[in-house]
């Protein structure tokens, strides 16, 4: 009688909550920003490698509290402004970097260049750090995100797509419009005035200033 009531305890347990257990420090972050537009483009396979890239299970951000809570900052700002944040990535698992590394390795697999690097070589994605052998998305307070116009519900113009390796991307480039400078300025600006900075070669990537884990590199799979 003792195992079966120990058996339902778990599939009860189980029921109110599915997901795995995350580290100390972390959480889901739409369960604290129900707002959130999340597309994390690594689960899916439209992105510089073109496949779904090992732990990413499921379409799920993840990132420490203190992260979290300084972008749900920026998100109320936002929605002042009849805008939104969207997430094209979070948390990253150490393996899916360990990933990025033996693809950028295989110098013959190219098939996403064209729309993602068309004017860099592949074997120059490290030496033009494009690509790491550490990223600060595993250490889980970096994030990759645009903004949407809440009428229309479509990202605004940044002037280059996400994970465009190329000047593009550069957050001073100069040859884009004053729409597209005026809206990679506004998130610049918001993300800058709650505790973020930024990385001069991607227009989308930010870091928490005063991040928690700032020399460790987590594993656990997104799921």
């Keep these: 009688m003792l195992k079966s009531n120990i058996i339902l305890l778990v599939i009860i ?14 959480v889901y972050v739409c369960e604290h920003i129900p707002t959130l537009e999340v597309e994390l483009k690594y689960y899916g396979a439209h992105n510089f490698v073109g496949d779904t890239i090992p732990g990413y299970k499921a379409n799920t951000l993840i990132l420490t509290k203190e992260a ?11 929605l002042r402004q009849n805008k939104c944040l969207k997430v094209y990535d979070g948390y990253r698992p ?9 693809w950028a390795k295989r110098l013959n697999d190219t098939l996403m260049k064209s729309e993602f690097y068309p004017d860099v070589s592949k074997e120059q994605l490290f030496a ?6 550490r990223s ?4 889980g307070s970096t994030v990759d995100l645009t903004i949407i116009d809440g009428s229309t519900n479509e990202p605004l113009d940044m002037g280059s797509p996400y ?3 190329g000047e593009q ?7 884009i419009s004053a729409e597209q400078k005026a809206n990679r300025q506004l998130l610049q600006t918001v993300m800058l005035n709650h505790g973020f900075y930024s990385y001069s070669k991607e227009w989308w990537h930010f870091t928490l200033k005063n991040e928690p884990f700032p020399n460790t590199y987590f594993d656990f799979e997104i799921e």
């Design 13 to 26: 347990s189980f029921l109110v909550n599915p997901k795995a257990t995350l580290p100390e420090g972390f």
């Design 68 to 78: 979290t809570i300084a972008l749900n900052l920026v998100q109320e700002e936002l």
């Design 94 to 102: 150490q393996q899916a970097v360990n990933h990025f590394m033996e």
């Design 128 to 133: 033009e750090e494009y690509i790491a052998t």
């Design 136 to 139: 600060g998305h595993s250490r």
């Design 163 to 165: 994970d465009f390796f």
């Design 169 to 175: 991307s550069w957050v001073d480039y100069e040859h």
